[in-house]
C-alpha cells in the first residue's frame, strides 16, 4: 500500500487515479453522508452542479427523496434541507434517496469517481475507515480533502492524519507516499485531544459560528462514532457497507 493524502481536490495529480479514493470534508458533506446512510438512507447521490440535482431528483418520487443544498454554509432555496448531519435522523432519511450538492465536499466525489474504490470518510467513521482500508490494502491509496474553494482547510487535513496514523503504524514508513501524509499525521498527533479547539480555529470553523452553527461544529468534531462506510456503487452514488 502507497498513501497519498492532498489537502485539495485540486491537488491531486491528473492524469490517474488511485485504486482506493477516500473523500474527506468534515464540515460537513461527508459527516452529513455517513450519519444519513447511518440512519437508514437508501443512499446519497451527489452533485458539484444544483441545477443538475434539481433535474435528477425530478425522476423519484417526492416521498422518496430529499434535496440537500449547500452554498457558504447555508441552505440552497428549493431544498429540503442544507447541509447538516444533525438534520439526518432516521425520522428524516430512512428509506429515503438523498440529492446532495455543497460547496466543496461534492466537487471531490467528482474528481475521484472513476477510482475503482471511493469511501466518504470523516471524524465520526474514522476507525470503521481505518479498519476496512487495513482489510482491504488497497495498492494505491488517496486521502482526498475536499478544503474551501480550492484552498487548504484544517479539518479535512486533520482527518487524514486520523485515518493516516493507524495505517502508517501497521504498515510502517513504506506507505508514506508524499510529505502532506506526514504533516497530516502530525497536526493530528498535535490535536487529537482537542479537535473541537482545532475547528474553532479553522476558517470554515469561523464561518459555521457565524451562521451560529455552533451544534454542528460539536457533531462533526466527535471521533469514532458510527460504523458505516459509505462506498460508491455507481458514479457519484454512495451506499452504506
Known sequence: MKLFVYHTPEETPRDRVPDCAVVIDVLRATTTIVTALDAGAEAVQTFSDINLLLTT????EVDKRLRLGERGGKQVPGCDLG???????????????????????TRAFQRVEA??????????NRQAVVNYLQ??????LWLVGSGWEGTYSLE???????IALPLWEKFG??????????????LYQQWQNRLLDLFNLASHGQRLL?????ADLKCCAQIDTIDA?????EKGVLSKH
Open 57 to 60: 431528483s425530478e425522476q423519484w
Open 229 to 233: 462506510v459509505p462506498l460508491q456503487i
Open 173 to 186: 514508513d513504506d506507505i508514506l507516499g508524499n510529505d502532506q501524509t506526514v504533516a497530516a499525521i502530525a
Open 135 to 140: 482489510a482491504q490494502t488497497p495498492e494505491t
Open 156 to 162: 479535512d487535513t486533520v482527518c487524514a492524519g486520523a
Open 115 to 124: 477510482a475503482p474504490t471511493v469511501v466518504a470518510a470523516t471524524l465520526a
Open 210 to 214: 457565524g451562521l451560529n452553527n455552533t
Open 83 to 105: 447541509n447538516s448531519p444533525l438534520d439526518c435522523t432516521p425520522e428524516v432519511v430512512a428509506g429515503k434517496r438523498l440529492f446532495l450538492s455543497t460547496t466543496n465536499g
